[in-house]
């Protein structure tokens, strides 16, 4: 094979392999949540945090809580971080199984979605010293 052809070849392999990762990295993926899925918290103020690998658009996160009343709830979600790679906000629970569905999307690329399951529990009672 002649060094035009093969030039030819290589470049056309960057091109290509360089769609391939730009689409990997498009959409974010959840690299930390607080709670974590299937854990079980006390009742009452709750924070809940999501972190993703890449800079998420926090205009565009979604958060939907569906929790043992069966209503669902749109919690609001500010960026925590100067990075913008993680959201939070706070609310109130009782005891019950909840379900967080969360929607992101990276500033350039495709939505993401999942799941949070995790369980409320009775407030824990304050630890006393004797």
Sequence with gaps: MSFFPMLRMLGLSAILSGVVVAQACAAPALVHSEPAAGQRI????????????????????????????????????????????????????????????????????????????FDVGAPMAPVTAR
């Design 42 to 117: 006390a009742a009452g103020n709750v924070a809940v945090k999501l972190s993703f690998d890449t800079v998420i658009d926090p205009f565009r996160a979604r958060l939907l809580l569906l929790g043992p009343s069966g209503v669902p709830q749109l919690l609001p979600a500010s960026p925590i971080d100067d990075e913008q790679q993680s959201i939070a906000t706070n609310v109130a629970l009782t005891p019950g199984h909840y379900v967080l569905h969360w929607r992101m999307r990276a500033r350039t690329g495709d939505p993401v979605q999942g799941t949070l399951p």
